[in-house]
């Protein structure tokens, strides 16, 4: 394969002669990619390190591109023409010059907080593999070659779609530097002088037509193939129909389903309080029956769904509706709630909406039976909207 600046970073394993520069190599490892020059003096020949190349490195790192990596052949070659020393010391790689890389210091911190155990611990899986998602393209970068620059694009890279996971990166990663720094892995932690974005960079108004409903709804009956896809099709129904978070429908056990109701603990919710909801005619049918123990919409093995990002970019194929997400079933159900006279309080506690200011500290009625009222209303129109096979679970 001949050598370009753009195929570097998918070269195959093995050594790649460069057709400009005679001698220099492009050595492709299993952890690292080196460049090499072979030249020879007299009757001998030798090889030398001149660098490392590093995939998704940022400019100003010590990676070495080809520009970069022919500069230095043509330099050393001249040197051995001149019959002057050609290495004065040896290459270091850019790991060892800048100590532990970004995904090293992730991975030592989850041991150590792992050792540690105490407050945080349950949530730790979940902040780690945002933060490895996020900066996936920086992983392999030293440490401390990792800018607040860097940080910033990473951080707007996310908002862009997803303001509010953008933000929950950013308080598991400020945690993750501030031990770093604290170990000396890092010079210090500039994630505390640095902004979350918070969701008002992209405001979601988005409110699904009746149109739109009904061919999402149809098109969760549609050809999934796989165990998660038949429990996502389900799933997105539920939420249809309930107006509830994506995760809290996620992670329901039929053990959470009493006489009808659908029970929230404190510490099953985002608003840290119980919630009851009772469940209409059409969410009851999707739900279906099972163990208390058994997830209502299991996926592969029996767990939580995986992959929603490419169930989803499925549905919209099969649905033909774009640029909507889970979160906007909620506003839409929400919208025709308030369309429908409800009282905003009352849309509020159907979506659990932690109360905000005095309000939440003196209001503290469960409102059960008005919450049970609105959904059914809006299930009734739904139903209306679906048309009459609607009440057809899957």
Not at 25 to 47: A, M, P
Not at 62 to 85: C, H, I
Not at 195 to 205: F, N, Q, Y
Not at 277 to 304: I, T
């Amino acid at each position: 394969m001949k050598l370009s600046a753009a195929a570097l970073p998918s070269m195959p394993e093995g050594d790649h002669q460069d057709h400009v520069i005679p001698g220099l190599i492009f050595r492709v490892g299993k952890k690292r990619r080196t460049w090499t020059l072979r030249y020879r003096i007299g009757d001998k020949y030798s090889r030398d390190t001149l660098g490392y190349f590093i995939p998704n490195a940022p400019a100003e790192s010590e990676s070495m591109g080809l520009a970069e990596a022919r500069a230095k052949a043509r330099e050393m070659l001249g040197r051995v023409e001149a019959g002057v020393p050609t290495v004065e010391e040896k290459t270091p790689h850019p790991k060892e010059s800048g100590g532990k890389t970004v995904g090293d210091v992730a991975d030592l911190y989850e041991k150590a907080r792992i050792k540690k155990g105490g407050k945080g611990t349950k949530t730790l899986p979940e902040a780690l593999r945002t933060i490895r998602r996020v900066l996936k393209d920086y992983l392999n970068l030293p440490a401390k070659q990792f800018s607040k620059a860097d940080l910033r694009k990473a951080r707007d890279k996310v908002a862009k779609n997803a303001p509010q996971m953008s933000d929950r990166f950013m308080s598991y990663f400020g945690t993750c530097w501030k031990w770093a720094a604290q170990e000396d892995h890092v010079d210090y932690n500039f994630v505390s002088d640095t902004l979350k974005v918070g969701p008002g960079l992209v405001k979601r108004e988005r409110v699904l037509s009746p149109d739109e409903l009904k061919a999402i709804w149809d098109a969760c009956d549609g050809p999934f193939e796989s165990t998660n896809g038949v429990a996502y099709g389900r799933m997105v129904r539920f939420l249809m129909v309930m107006g509830q978070r994506k995760m809290e429908a996620g992670k329901l056990r039929y053990g959470d389903l009493i006489d009808g109701r659908w029970k929230q603990t404190e510490k099953q919710n985002k608003s840290g309080r119980e919630h009851w909801l009772a469940l209409p005619p059409l969410a009851l049918e999707l739900v279906g029956e099972g163990k208390a123990n058994e997830l209502v919409f299991a996926g592969e093995k029996a767990g939580v769904i995986g992959n929603f990002s490419q169930l989803k970019a499925e549905l919209d194929k099969l649905s033909g509706v774009k640029g909507w997400r889970h979160h906007d079933l909620r506003r839409t159900a929400s919208t025709h709630l308030q369309e429908q006279g409800v009282p905003p309080h009352v849309i509020d506690a159907v979506l659990n909406h932690a109360i905000q200011g005095v309000g939440g500290h003196y209001m503290h009625g469960a409102l059960n039976k008005v919450k049970s009222e609105a959904l059914a209303a809006w299930e009734g129109e739904l139903a209306a909207i679906l048309g009459k096979d609607a009440r057809k679970a899957q």
